[in-house]
């Protein structure tokens, strides 16, 4: 069966701190993987990753995929406390995949202390 | 602004009641996809339409639940004889498949079940 596992499910650090956050998976028809922060309501895009070692980049976030290993890492560096949320991640199938050809993990909670 | 809108933004209700949720996609977007998400969890598929077609129901999904698409716009999401159970977040996501997986999420419908 399709999964996506994210570590740690939770995580509280201070303002400034560096933090890693991690997608694995394990899927047949692997096509992309997904990056989501939410807040409160709607989860919001950060990345769409799909080609191994190539690293996005946006301010203080940034994700990379490694398809041999299986998985992807979002970091956030000088965390801020407007960082705190829950940081989904997602895997897209190829045609023929289930759950709409897109499975999620449960999400990392971040809270990042003043 | 995501340009996914969902009615009602909340919805509390007495046990044994009918709901009917709407969403509204991104005009362009072939792809519409429910959510329902718990406190402390990722987004759990429900079901998925690509066009007027439901393409995906969920396994888990009880058969209180009825979504339709009728002219492959809008989409409606229907739970009869409501339980505490079913308390949680209804979001809705579309995107177009084959050009961009991103999925674009509406703010959801908050569902309290009394």
């Known amino acids: 069966e399709d999964k996506v596992v994210q570590s740690p499910l939770s995580l509280v650090v201070h303002e400034g701190d560096t933090v890693t956050l991690n997608c694995s998976y394990e899927v047949t028809n692997f096509r992309s993987l997904l990056w989501y922060k939410q807040e409160k309501k709607a989860p919001t895009f950060l990345f769409m990753l799909t080609s191994s070692g190539i690293e996005k980049k946006s301010g203080r976030l940034s994700s990379i995929l490694d398809k041999k290993e299986l998985f992807s890492i979002l970091n956030i560096t000088a965390t801020q406390t407007g960082d705190s949320a829950v940081y989904l991640c997602a895997v897209v199938l190829r045609d023929g995949g289930s759950q709409g050809n897109l499975i999620f993990g449960k999400g990392t909670k971040l809270s990042v202390k003043p | 602004d995501t340009g996914v809108s969902q009615d009602p933004r909340h919805k509390i209700t007495k046990r044994g009641q009918n709901v009917t949720f709407r969403c509204d996609p991104i005009?362009?977007?072939?792809?519409l996809y429910w959510y329902r998400q718990t406190l402390g969890q990722g987004p759990e598929f429900l079901t998925y339409?690509?066009?007027?077609?439901?393409?995906?129901k969920s396994r888990l999904l009880s058969d209180r639940f009825s979504a339709e698409r009728p002219k492959g716009s809008f989409s409606t999401l229907e739970i009869q004889r409501t339980e505490q159970g079913d308390s949680a977040m209804y979001l809705c996501a579309s995107n177009v498949r084959g050009i961009n997986e991103k999925l674009f999420f509406g703010s959801g419908t908050q569902l309290s079940v009394l």
């Open positions: 005009s362009e977007h072939n792809r």
């Open positions: 339409f690509q066009n007027e077609a439901q393409l995906e």
